[in-house]
T-cell receptor, first 114, second 114 residues
């Protein structure tokens, strides 16, 4: 069974620190990787996508992908209290053709303390 | 602006009643998805569609049905609501672009079955 694993947390960091969120996946055929942020009572919001090994930066966010280790991470620099949310890792096999299904991890709750 | 909407946002119903949740997107996306989200289970896929007249079962499809008569809409029907179907339901859509497909979520419907 294809799985995506995340530590549920909560992960607590002080304001201004770097928050590191991790995700592992079981299917080596996975091609596309996503991080969603979900505030309490709201819908998931896409914040990062990554398709190739290495780092991808977007503002304070950096996604890191290592397909050999089947590992994807999200770094949040200069964490702010407004970053407090649940972060969902999602994986798409996307191997040829239209396989739009995503497999989600259970999410990591991040708490940024002022 | 293009968007994805869900209605109603909140619904209370009784056991045994038929309930339909609406999902409408104006992005002209080929793919549409229905998820439910429960504490301890994360996001679970109920049904999905890759285009008009195409529907497929997800991992938790029992008791649910969908139909796709046009590109914009994918209504979710609970044939005979059960208390176990009390949950938050999210609709999502994506382009279907192979290898670069990205899902965007609607605001969600909170359903309570008494």
């Amino acid at each position: 069974q294809k799985e995506v694993e995340q530590n549920s947390g909560p992960l607590s960091v002080p304001e201004g620190a770097i928050a590191s969120l991790n995700c592992t996946y079981s299917d080596r055929g996975s091609q596309s990787f996503f991080w969603y942020r979900q505030y309490s009572g709201k819908s998931p919001e896409l914040i990062m996508s990554i398709y190739s090994n290495g780092d991808k930066e977007d503002g304070r966010f950096t996604a890191q992908l290592n397909k050999a280790s089947q590992y994807v991470s999200l770094l949040i620099r200069d964490s702010q209290p407004s970053d407090s949310a649940t972060y969902l890792c999602a994986v798409n096999l996307g191997f040829g053709g239209n396989t739009g299904k995503l497999i989600f991890g259970q999410g990591t709750t991040l708490q940024v303390k002022p | 602006d293009a968007e994805i909407t869900q209605s109603p946002r909140h619904k209370i119903t009784e056991t045994g009643r038929q309930v339909t949740l609406a999902c409408h997107q104006t992005w002209n996306h080929n793919n549409m998805f229905w998820y439910r989200q429960d504490l301890g289970h994360g996001l679970r896929l109920i049904h999905y569609s890759y285009g008009v007249h195409d529907t497929n079962k997800g991992e938790v499809s029992d008791g649910y049905s969908v139909s796709r008569s046009n590109t914009e809409d994918l209504p979710l029907t609970l044939e005979s609501a059960a208390s176990s179907q009390t949950s938050v339901y999210f609709c999502a859509s994506s382009t279907g672009l192979a290898g670069r497909d990205t899902q965007y979520f609607g605001p969600g419907t909170r359903l309570t079955v008494l």
